[in-house]
């Protein structure tokens, strides 16, 4: 999730640069040629069942593909601030969804746990200077929350995955069809783009995304999923803003003060709190 929110964070200068499709597919096509070797099916896993194929594909349609159209489009048409409450509930539907779909016990301890993470981030998104996003804010805030219920889908059918397939080939199958889903998009805008436009930095910083978005953070988030409940991964999503906001700070030169070291402080506390061993 730290990895997500750093190239969230740093894909505004590459909207800026190159169309969002097009963006996608590059970055989806990256990931097959770094992911290639993960696809064959190892000798210890079950061929793909029906159900499996299916929920492989909901995972790429709502992770990949539906959450980066809609929060690169939803973060480019409304405030900063805007987008930031919005995101603060992720870790919330998380919970609510992986306890209506999963069955999931959800402690109270880590329904606690997600009201930090959802108050830490909404302080530090309203400590932010409000940039009003114009006549558009209304589309550009439910293209957010779109993109908020598309990353909650996205855990707790991860979770499904992890039972019947390895974390690298769970990564590699929801890229492809990322990929297959976004060519004709991706075709249509490089028809009429500039390759010769982008500088090199830009070809780099686009190498990182595509290598941090589709295949270390899916593997990571995968490979999580197999040791925890979908309701306690959910909190970590809060690290998605968070780490968004340090990369404005550290690399962007925004401002850090009293209200955001609180509402930092607030969020890690709602991970420390979900995290800690119960007493059984």
Known sequence: MSLVGSYVALSKPLVAAIPVFLLAWLRFGIGAVAMLHWLPRPANERPLSTDTRRLL????FLGNFLFSICMLFGVSMTSAVSAGVIMASIPAVVAVMSWVFLRERVAPRVWVAVACAVGGIAVLALGKSDAAGGRTAWLGNLLVVGAVLCEAAYAVIGKKLTGALGPRRISAIVNLWGLLLVTPFGLWQAASFDFAAPAASTWMLLLFYSLAASVWSVWLWMTGLRHLPAAMAGVFTVML??????????????????LQAAAFALALAGVLLATLPFRR
């Open 57 to 60: 594909f909901l995972e790429s």
């Open 241 to 258: 803003p968070i780490s968004a906001a340090l990369v404005g700070v550290l690399l962007l030169g925004e401002p850090f003060g009293a």
